[in-house]
């Protein structure tokens, strides 16, 4: 059984850095059938994509937030990691790690989701 779990501090100061990890198991990162995503939702909005992390180490992002996103991973853990620069209570939401299925263009695995508040 897949299973992604997200961790990370639940408040962050505005102007710092966010920085999420999710753990995997039951699958590996560096599997080529899979992309390994970030997906967040704000109070009382829709989801937004944020980025994605292949199974060959590439590294795509969404242009709103392409400047301050990097994600990154450590296959030794089995797990990739989010950070998010500069942000400020825009940034507060629902963060969510979910596996992308190549072939069927679908997320098929979703973590639970963690809850970020940004505030001083």
């Known amino acids: 059984q897949v299973q992604l779990q997200e961790s990370g501090p639940g408040l962050v100061k505005p102007s710092q850095t966010l920085s999420l990890t999710c753990t995997v198991s039951?699958?590996?990162?560096?599997?080529?059938?899979?992309?390994w995503t970030w997906i967040r939702q704000p109070p009382g909005k829709g989801l937004e994509w944020m980025g994605v992390i292949t199974y060959s180490d590439s590294t795509y992002y969404s242009p709103s937030l392409e400047s301050r996103t990097s994600i990154s991973r450590d296959t030794s853990k089995n797990q990739f990691t989010l950070q998010l620069s500069s942000v400020t209570p825009e940034d507060t939401a629902v963060y969510y790690c979910a596996r992308r299925t190549i072939v069927a263009n679908n997320y098929d695995v979703w973590g639970q989701g963690t809850q970020v508040t940004v505030s001083s």
């Open positions: 039951g699958a590996s990162i560096t599997s080529n059938y899979y992309y």
